[in-house]
């Protein structure tokens, strides 16, 4: 079991990554763990068996295609498309409220 370096508690959890460096450590192998007990973050090197399950999921996403990503995009696209009009909408009010601003003695 994991234990926390600062106060030996086996009391910890994942902590997801925020920083550049937290991103540099991950592809060293290290992940990121945050003890409940006294709060502070640490890492721990990713065990062999998380790893060789991590390089097998990627192996069949690969192998298979990956759904999943391609309704994200789908749903990114559509959702960016959707701002633009918005946006576009949003000047072309903005112009005729300056051109009827501009009419006004």
Known sequence: MLACPSCTSENVRR???????????????LRRYRCRECRRTFYSEISPTERMTRFRRAQRLRERGNPGRTLFRRY???????????FLFLIAIFYAALKYLARIP
């Open 15 to 29: 902590s997801r990554t925020r920083s550049a460096i937290g991103i540099l450590q991950r592809w060293r192998g």
């Open 76 to 86: 990114k696209l559509r959702r960016h498309a959707t701002d633009l009009l918005l």
